[in-house]
Structure formats: C-alpha cells, structure tokens
C-alpha cells in the first residue's frame, strides 16, 4: 500500500513568508506526526495528533507554527512569518497507535526540505 | 547528557565486512528501540523495531538490546554498498509517543 506522503519535496521562500506543508498518512493510520530534522539538531519532534486532536504541541519552536488535521486524515503545518532558523526538513510519520494500545511503529514519509533565503 | 548517544562516525568498511552500530542512552524508562536507515534525501525507513531486552534477527540484520548497560546495537551481516546510508536509532518509553533520536551514524560500504 501507499506510504507516508509529503508535499511539497522541496520548498525555498524569501524570509517572512508564510510556507504551509501537507501530510498525507498510511490509510488507516490514526496517529500523525510532525518531526523537524536539521543539521547539528538531528530529528526532533514538533507535534502529535490522534485523530484530528493535538494533545502535544509542546515541540512547536514558536507561534509561528501551527497544524491542523481534517478527518483523520491529512495534515498541514504551517510557518508564518518564516525565518531562517526555519530551514530544515520537515518529516510527517504516521502510526496505528491507539489511545490505550501498545505503541506501534512510526512510518515515515520522505520530508519538505525548507529552505529560506 | 542527550538522552541518547550515537556516534556520527563516518563509517567506512568493505563490502562483506560486518557492520556494528551502537547507541547508548540515559532514560532507563526506554521501553521500544527501533533502527531507522536513511537514504540521502529520504525520510528514515523502519528496519527494526524490538521490546525490552534480548536479540532480533531479520535477514542480515541483528538487533541487541542491553537494558541494564543502556546499550543497544544493530549488526549488519554480509554489508552490501546498498546498506550504505545514515542508520539512526530511536526509543519510547510506555504509553509516550514521542521518539526520541540519536543522531545518526553514516556509513559508507565501499564495493
């Protein structure tokens, strides 16, 4: 089956702008995540949705980001007024994790690389 | 201390070699390890995912767990130039959802 779809793959605006990145998960996939990945940081986690609810956003960077998921499935994260600490790859990760179930494997997609000028 | 431990390496061995990759971690909460390889410009791909303490075996691939040196390792037997990618290993503990990453090891297989 399909796996973990990202778009943009890649993504270059000027400083300020405001960038939104798109997530699709493994159909059936109830657990969404955002990780950021960038150099010298490694992969680090943004935020968690089960279902369309995000009961941890504690790794937001700022204001300036934010995500939404629309029925259980797709997911956008968006950064406003960009900067260029933002430049890193974005990676969405899906799971058929449950509220009250062991914890499945996270898949992930290939990544919006962002890059701001 | 990072809460986990990964040396960045580069790794460098010929083709056929064995391959050891190993990280240590602080948490001793961490109950699921998992090895993540990672293909230049591509997201990390799931290769193995174990439970607690022991061994796992898939293919050419060997997963060890030590809870109580908080050491985890990944053998790769027979290394191909294919294997040649950023292997990155990841934890969780209980009910929690976030992984929590090294920083990755590349490896190069040299044909």
């Known amino acids: 089956g399909a796996g973990v779809s990202q778009s943009p793959s890649n993504k270059v605006t000027e400083k300020g702008k405001d960038v939104e990145l798109r997530c699709d998960p493994i159909?059936?996939?109830?657990?969404l995540y955002w990780y950021r990945q960038s150099l010298g940081q490694g992969l680090e986690f943004l935020i968690y949705?089960?279902?369309?609810?995000?009961?941890?956003k504690s790794g937001l960077p700022s204001d300036r980001f934010s995500a939404e998921r629309t029925g259980g499935s797709v997911s956008t994260l968006t950064i406003q007024r960009t900067q260029q600490e933002d430049s890193a790859v974005y990676l969405c990760a899906s799971s058929s994790r449950d509220r009250d179930y062991s914890n499945q494997p996270q898949h992930f997609g290939d990544g919006t690389r962002l890059s701001i000028l | 201390q990072k809460e986990v431990e990964q040396d960045p390496g580069p790794l460098s061995v010929p083709e056929g070699a064995i391959v050891s990759l190993n990280c240590t971690y602080s948490?001793?909460?961490?109950?699921?390890f998992m090895w993540y390889r990672q293909y230049s410009r591509k997201g990390p791909e799931l290769l193995m995912y174990t439970y607690s303490s022991g061994n796992k075996e898939d293919g050419r691939f060997t997963a060890q767990v030590d809870k109580s040196s908080k050491y985890i390792s990944l053998f790769i037997r027979d290394s191909q130039p294919s294997d040649s990618a950023t292997y990155l290993c990841a934890m969780l503990w209980g009910s929690n959802y976030k992984l929590t990453f090294g920083k990755g090891t590349l490896l190069t297989v040299n044909p």
């Open positions: 159909s059936g996939h109830t657990a």
């Open positions: 949705f089960q279902g369309n609810s995000a009961p941890d």
């Open positions: 948490n001793s909460a961490f109950q699921y």
